[in-house]
């Protein structure tokens, strides 16, 4: 979600499809997403819970179905063409398999989220076994065990290595194997976006503490299950972010506060606490970490409850 984008499509009202709007969606980490229509919507009306659209797909004669959430208008001009223009900010955009449509639909059973410093926290830099002798080169590599913690009832986080693994090609010149290591909220039904909003802020916080660094997520997607029970309905999501442009040295396990290693037999227990500190504890780190991270200085607009 680090990756900036450009779609052009029409944009209508969950109330009223029939009236559809061409417009341009654009997204830039730091800048957020904007939407730029050819006409508005109704006048009156400056604050939006949802905006549905249909965006072109990079495959021709292919429409991507895209649920922006909780939006407002930022510009609204009255000139040419006769119905004017308007530019509207969306705090989330949502691209998946299908429009989610009213509020109640926002739900989701999993979460996953690649976290920038998070490998390096983790450090399972020991999974690759790398013998480099003169005339060859020999790499193993497994893949580490999936962590789960469960949080409390319904509510498991999951530290979930990834790979991707090397391709063969006709012509090979090159051989990679990418490890990443995400984070999945996971819950036994469904849960509001927002509340899964603040259940990974809270790991966020948990990270920028051990590096005093702020993060923000690389990759976003949440999961609802079909009607067979499989995930098989992926949302990408896109936000706002910080990015720290000062940050951009790769870090080393020696760079962090307090590092995985020190408390990696107790970690379940020290995330437990962690999570269920939150009432209390939160008034006395929020000067901290609204500085760094997102969650605790939202994107614009955006009002925490």
């Not at 009236?19 to 980490?29: A, C, D, R, S, T």
């Not at 010149?173 to 603040?198: G, T």
């Not at 040295?249 to 962090?256: E, Q, R, V």
Request: hydrophobic share 35%.
């Amino acid at each position: 979600m680090i990756e900036p984008f450009e779609y052009k499509g029409f944009f209508w009202l969950p109330e009223d499809s029939s009236e559809k709007i061409y417009g341009i969606l654009k997204y830039e980490p730091e800048e957020g997403t904007t939407l730029d229509l050819i006409g508005s919507f109704p006048l009156q009306q400056d604050r939006f819970n949802i905006i549905l659209g249909n965006i072109e797909s990079n495959n021709i004669n292919e429409y991507l179905n895209v649920t922006l959430y909780n939006s407002f208008v930022t510009q609204r001009k009255f000139k040419f063409p006769p119905r004017g223009t308007s530019k509207i900010f969306a705090n989330f955009v949502l691209i998946g398999p299908e429009h989610l449509d009213e509020i109640e639909s926002l739900k989701f059973q999993e979460a996953i989220i690649y976290l920038k410093h998070f490998d390096e926290w983790i450090n399972e830099s020991n999974c690759f076994k790398i013998i480099n002798e003169k005339e060859e080169i020999t790499i193993k590599y497994n893949l580490p065990k999936e962590r789960e913690i469960t949080i409390k009832k319904g509510f498991i986080l999951k530290i979930k290595p990834t790979v991707v693994r090397p391709s063969n090609e006709i012509f090979q010149k090159e051989a990679k194997i990418i490890q990443q290591i995400k984070c999945v909220f996971s819950y036994s039904s469904e849960k509001k976006f927002e509340d899964i909003l603040n259940d990974i802020g809270h790991f966020e916080q948990f990270l920028t503490l051990c590096s005093q660094r702020p993060t923000q997520p690389i990759e976003f997607y949440l999961l609802k299950r079909d009607t067979e029970g499989n995930f098989n309905k992926k949302f990408d999501v896109y936000h706002q972010v910080i990015i720290d442009k000062k940050d951009n040295k790769n870090l080393t396990p020696d760079d962090f506060l307090v590092h995985f290693g020190n408390f990696k037999e107790s970690f379940n227990n020290i995330i437990n606490e962690w999570y269920s500190s939150q009432e209390y504890l939160g008034p006395c780190y929020v000067p901290f970490f609204y500085k760094v991270i997102i969650y605790f200085n939202p994107p614009r607009g955006w009002r925490l409850k």
